[in-house]
Nanobody, 123 residues
Framework: VQLQASGGGLVQPGGSLRLSCTAS????????MGWFRQAPGKEREVVAA???????YYGDSVKGRFTAARDNAKKIVYLQMNSLKLEDTAVYYC??????????????????WGQGTQVTVSS
């Protein structure tokens, strides 16, 4: 299994970015796919998740601004990030949970992780 996250970069406050997570060795609609982020000195936190059923979850800090989606055929999970804020600066990771745990906000239930992509929001 491999997860490759990409799309990070430097953006001004209020701007947008779209992250992609290209998966191999996993079937997206049979796994829960999560997006997490980790800022320096902080714990890794869930940003969004797409359950195997297609339903989505968003962390409180990104609701209404971020949208997660998946393309099962291309095996890509996306994270569209709009209205970016300074506090969104972090390394963003995608992850896959093959057991489809109900605890989708807990990073420990995820079995596979991508390498992370840096998102920096700065003026």
């Amino acid at each position: 299994v491999q997860l490759q996250a990409s799309g990070g970069g430097l953006v001004q406050p209020g701007g947008s970015l779209r992250l992609s997570c290209t998966a191999s060795g996993v079937t997206l609609n049979q796994n829960t796919m999560g997006w997490f982020r980790q800022a320096p000195g902080k714990e890794r936190e869930v940003v969004a998740a797409i359950r195997w059923s297609g339903s989505t979850y968003y962390g409180d800090s990104v609701k209404g601004r971020f949208t997660a989606a998946r393309d099962n055929a291309k095996k890509i999970v996306y994270l569209q990030m709009n209205s970016l804020k300074l506090e969104d600066t972090a390394v963003y990771y995608c992850a896959a949970d093959r057991d489809r745990s109900v605890a989708i906000t807990n990073p420990r239930v995820y079995d596979y992780w991508g390498q992370g992509t840096q998102v920096t929001v700065s003026s």
